[in-house]
């Protein structure tokens, strides 16, 4: 069946660091990819998506390439703030089905 | 657009008492989605419905979950008789079925 694999966090940085959070998936066809982050106290938003192999979404600073031969998504900003202090998860989407989510990765940034 | 509105946000209430959360999605969505979240088994979906017909129960605990979507703009999921167990934040999300899923705040129960 689908899955989504994510690293395990939390993953504590320091302001102006370089993030990269893993995400792997397990799907038959072609699934879309998501990202989406939950702020405290909030629902989960989105934040970026891919709908095919080689697409780059981008969003707010972060960036992640559908990776169809290595079957991967990983979340990556250049540069984070302390605003960004949130927990991540990744998410596939294949047609005519529910989205499957990973269990989310806690980034914490220090100021 | 208000975006998926839940209510209450907030509900306190004793064991064995019957609980109600709501849910209003965006309209021209045809999918909602109740989750479960809490810090042990994080993320959970319950229930799902599409065109107001419900298309998985399979991830609602027990018979004592209940969810209705009675016309396209709103929807319950109703706990009775309520559980200390059942405490954590319970998420509505309604989706036109792209993968795109809008959130609402949630409603964080507390049994007690």
């Known amino acids: 069946g689908n899955s989504v694999t994510q690293m395990e966090g939390p993953v504590t940085l320091s302001e102006e660091a370089f993030l990269t959070i893993n995400c792997t998936y397990t799907a038959t066809g072609y699934p879309s990819l998501f990202w989406y982050v939950q702020y405290p106290g909030e629902g989960l938003q989105l934040l970026l998506k891919?709908?095919?192999?080689?697409d780059k979404g981008s969003n707010k600073g972060f960036e992640a390439t559908y990776r169809k031969e290595t079957t991967s998504f990983h979340l990556e900003k250049g540069s984070v703030q302390v605003s960004d202090s949130a927990v991540y998860f990744c998410?596939?989407?294949?047609?005519?089905?529910?989205?499957?989510f990973g269990k989310g990765t806690r980034l914490h940034i220090l100021p | 657009d208000a975006g998926v509105i839940q209510s209450p946000r907030h509900e306190v209430t004793e064991m064995g008492q019957e609980v109600t959360l709501r849910c209003k999605p965006i309209s021209g969505h045809n999918s909602l989605f109740w989750y479960r979240q809490t810090m042990m088994r994080g993320l959970e979906l319950l229930i799902y419905f599409n065109n107001n017909v419900p298309i998985d129960d399979s991830g609602m605990p027990e018979d004592r979950f209940s969810a209705k979507m009675p016309n396209a703009s709103f929807s319950t999921l109703k706990i009775q008789p309520s559980e200390p167990r059942d405490s954590a934040v319970y998420f509505c999300a309604s989706s036109q079925g792209e993968g795109g899923y809008t959130f609402g705040s949630g409603t964080r129960l507390t049994v007690v």
């Open positions: 998410a596939l989407w294949a047609r005519d089905d529910k989205i499957i």
């Open positions: 891919a709908t095919k192999a080689d």
